[in-house]
Structure formats: C-alpha cells, structure tokens
C-alpha cells in the first residue's frame, strides 16, 4: 500500500514545487527544482540509511538513475516517435548532462578500483576500508561543488545554450508522400555516411529542405509551440496554498516512506523478491512516476528539449546532489559503511547504460527503434537483478 500511496504524492510533491518555481524567477526556481525534484528518492534514501539499510540507500539511487535513462528515457522516445519519422532536441543539454554522469560514474568505478587494486597487493581489508572511507568522503564534497557550479552554468552564465529552442518534427499524417520520402531518404542518407549517427555535435537537418510539406507543416507545428510558450504557464494557486501543498505532501511521503523501508524485511521473507530487486526495480518506478509521466507526456507532443531535461536531468541530479549529500550525511551521522563503494554489479550496469545513452543522443535525433532499445536493455537489467544474489553489506565480496 505504501508503494501505491507515494506514487499520487511524488505527483502533488512535483505539483506543488513547481507553483512555487512560477513565482519566485528563474534562478530561485531551478534551485527550487533541483532540491526537490527528486525529493522522494533523497526521503526514502535518508530513512533508509538511518535504519541503516545500505543495500536500500545504494540500490535506490543506483536504480533511479537506470530508470531515468532507461525506461523513461525509452518511452519518450518510442511515445514520440510512433507518429513521427525523427524528432529532435537540443545537445546542448543532453550532452552536458551525459558528460557530468560520466564523472558520477568515474566517482563510482575508482572506490571499487581503489578496494580490487589493494586487495590483489595483499592489503589489509581494514586498512583498505578506511582509505575508502576517506576517498568517498572527499569525492562526495567535489561532486556536490561540481554541481553547485553546473546550476551556475545553466541558469546564469550560459543560459542562453540551454534555451536553444529544437526543430520541430511534423507528423506522419501531416507529410506530404514527397515529404516523407526525403525524410527517410535524409535519413538513409546519414546512417550510411556515419555508420547509423552522425558525429557531428548539435547540428539538425535545414528545416528549408525539399519537400514544401514538409516545411508547411514544420511551420505551424513551430507557430503553434511559439503561441503556446508566449503565453507561459500561469500559477494554479496561491503561494500560500503551494507552499503548504509541498510541506503536507513532504510529510507524507516522509511517513509512507518509513512505513516502506520497515516491511521490506517482511517483504522479503515472505515473497521470491529480494531487496536488491525493490531497491534496484521497484522503489525507482515509484518515486519516478510523476516524472514518467511528464515525460512522456510532452514527447508526444513534440516537446523533447523539455523531455530529455526531466529524464536525463534528474538523474544527473541523483549522481552529482543526491548520492554524494546521502554520502556527506552518513559521515555527520557517523555510519561509516554509506560510502561510494557501490558493488561490481551496480557499478557496471550505470556504466554501460551511461554509454548507451550517450551514443543515442550524440546526434540530436531519436526515433522509436531507440527507445526500443534502451526498454528493452532496462528489463534486462530488471531480469538480472531479480535473479542477483543481494550482497548483506556493501563491503561483501
């Protein structure tokens, strides 16, 4: 029941912040965003790691992060894709946000290198786990300054890149038959030139090429977007009421959240499922729902700056704000086994999936056959984690 009750609150929890980022400007907004945009996840994390379930703390962040980029990011590009031949985002965004995850990643791959390298030199395991204990420390402070100057980036001084509007992508049913030949003729085209994407950085295709239906189209869908984002989203409620809306729905999350972490021991003595399978499978999809939902939403209607920013944003967030604040919060708390030494098997599986998503996105293009691809390498993922054999502690080798 928990599990159900978060997914409607991580909902009124996105709601509610933003009514309050309408209000409060650009730059106080996105800190807004960031703190709690995935304000669910960073709940569950913190209870979990009071309760000292850090196989949960681990799992969770590891697991929102492949659902992120894998599932979400996925659908956004099956959903909008259906009913399109391409559609295209801006780069930019993409490409800074996969940049950042590679250092997360790194961040992730050296404590597992620093325990594997002094473990074959014959080290002692208790040496070695204060060393590592210190360098996950450390790290976790650069990574949260390494956020703080990526918001900088964004919102003051190079804003200006992230607001570099995409083309836009007409319908199938609105292309002429010469239209869509060229389309797939375009795309033919690139695909052998460069081996199925082009290496060329943040470059579209010339929204003036052959084919008048396709530029006819092109430009009302790009008329249509202008008029919708002239207008601007208009605040629902009164600051007031948003305000109290975000700390009622924090609170309740943060009650259901505690009631979650406590069955889980009941959960798994009484079902095949094991916590590595909830943390790394299920609590992800719940705490991500409403953002699942957003995403998706607006990919379908050709909105895929806005799309790839949830997806892929939020879980750079996870990487760079999230995992390394859970990190600095065991060290004042005085749990020494929440460190950055996640286990081989999470290690590889954001590893892969990172490079994935980065080789999808290098071209600013996206078509359902890669959202195919990256579903389908989530649920392999979620088979393997069903049948993985959960390690007691992140230490156990």
């Known amino acids: 029941m928990n599990f159900l009750a978060i997914i409607p609150l991580a909902g009124t929890l996105s709601f509610g912040t933003e009514e309050i980022a309408l209000r409060t400007g650009e730059t106080l907004g996105g800190l807004l965003n960031a703190s709690f945009g995935n304000a669910v996840e960073l709940i569950v994390s913190i209870i979990a790691l009071v309760k000292h379930e850090i196989v949960v703390v681990q799992t969770s962040l590891i697991g929102s992060i492949l659902s992120n980029l894998l599932l979400v990011m996925g659908m956004v590009f099956f959903l909008g894709g259906i009913n399109r031949v391409e559609q295209y985002f801006n780069t930019t965004v993409a490409q800074t946000a996969s940049s950042l995850l590679a250092v997360?990643?790194?961040?992730?791959?050296?404590?597992?290198?620093?325990?594997?390298?002094?473990?074959?030199?014959?080290?002692?395991?208790?040496?070695?786990?204060?060393?590592?204990?210190?360098?996950?420390?450390?790290?976790?402070?650069?990574?949260?300054?390494?956020?703080?100057?990526?918001?900088?980036?964004?919102?003051?001084?190079?804003?200006?890149?992230?607001?570099?509007?995409?083309?836009?992508?007409?319908?199938?049913?609105?292309?002429?038959?010469?239209?869509?030949?060229?389309?797939?003729?375009?795309?033919?085209?690139?695909?052998?030139?460069?081996?199925?994407?082009?290496?060329?950085?943040?470059?579209?295709?010339?929204?003036?090429?052959?084919?008048?239906?396709?530029?006819?189209?092109?430009?009302?869908?790009?008329?249509?977007?202008?008029?919708?984002?002239?207008?601007?989203?208009?605040?629902?409620?009164?600051?007031?009421?948003a305000v109290i809306l975000l700390a009622g729905s924090t609170a309740l999350v943060a009650i259901c959240a505690e009631f979650l972490v406590d069955s889980l021991d009941y959960l798994v003595e009484h079902s095949p499922i094991s916590k590595y399978f909830v943390g790394l499978i299920l609590l992800p999809i719940v705490g991500n729902a409403a953002e699942h939902a957003t995403s998706v939403t607006v990919a379908y209607k050709d909105k895929m700056d806005l799309a790839i920013g949830v997806a892929v944003g939020s879980s750079m967030q996870i990487a760079l704000l999230v995992i390394p604040f859970i990190v600095v919060l065991g060290w004042i708390m005085g749990i020494d086994e929440m460190t950055l030494y996640f286990d081989g098997f999470q290690v590889v599986l954001l590893l892969v999936s990172v490079l994935l998503v980065n080789y999808l996105i290098q071209d600013g293009k996206s078509n359902f056959l890669e959202g195919t691809l990256l579903m389908a390498t989530y649920v392999i993922i979620a088979v393997a984690a069903w049948y993985f054999p959960a390690p007691t502690s992140p230490t156990t080798e």
């Open 104 to 241: 997360a990643v790194l961040s992730l791959i050296i404590p597992s290198a620093f325990h594997w390298a002094g473990a074959s030199n014959g080290q002692n395991e208790e040496r070695l786990q204060e060393g590592i204990i210190g360098l996950s420390r450390g790290t976790a402070v650069i990574l949260l300054f390494v956020y703080g100057v990526y918001l900088f980036f964004q919102l003051k001084s190079h804003a200006e890149l992230f607001n570099i509007q995409s083309q836009k992508a007409p319908k199938r049913s609105e292309l002429e038959p010469s239209a869509m030949q060229h389309l797939l003729q375009q795309s033919a085209n690139a695909g052998a030139a460069t081996l199925g994407h082009s290496a060329i950085q943040g470059k579209a295709y010339p929204r003036t090429a052959a084919g008048s239906g396709s530029s006819a189209e092109a430009a009302k869908v790009e008329a249509a977007d202008e008029e919708d984002e002239e207008e601007g989203p208009q605040p629902e409620l009164l600051l007031l009421t």
